[in-house]
């Protein structure tokens, strides 16, 4: 079956908040009639300091009980990669200031990583890639350890199908 792909980006750097505080940086949510199917994340950071200590970067779930994309968040576009142009009732968003609400109990990825220029990326095979329910989505959420410092800002990008 032919599938459309989408993409989406922070648009620009999202600083990172004081330790001990998450911060969602980039999320994606389908509507009551499109779920999403996660394809590939990429994070990473500017920062130049070598003492910086690493950065928790987790990828979850969550069904945006509170604070849907362009909620407390900077909407960015859903850029379409491949496929039929078929519009969607996918929306996405960037840096929220309110954490949204509910995150599912699993995490599909969690990681340190070095803000010292730090880059992940990670395509999942096929067959194996995340997806969630109506009306939900995925959400890529950071956090400075406490006692910890970190100067860097962070960029991140989703690329994802509609089921």
Known sequence: MARSGYSITTEGEVTLNAAATVK???GVKGDS??????KSMWVDFDGVSSTDKP??????VVTFA???PGTNSTSVTVKQA???NAGTGIIAARN???EPTTVEPQSYDEFSLDPNKGLYRYDWPL???PDCALGSGFIIRALIESGDTVTAAIR???RFERG
């Open 24 to 26: 969602t940086v980039l």
């Open 96 to 98: 929220w200031t309110a």
């Open 127 to 129: 067959g194996e890639e």
């Open 55 to 60: 950065v928790k970067v987790s990828l979850l």
């Open 66 to 68: 509170t604070n849907a």
């Open 33 to 38: 009639s499109t779920p999403v199917n996660l």
């Open 82 to 84: 491949y496929g039929r």
């Open 156 to 158: 991140a990008g989703m």
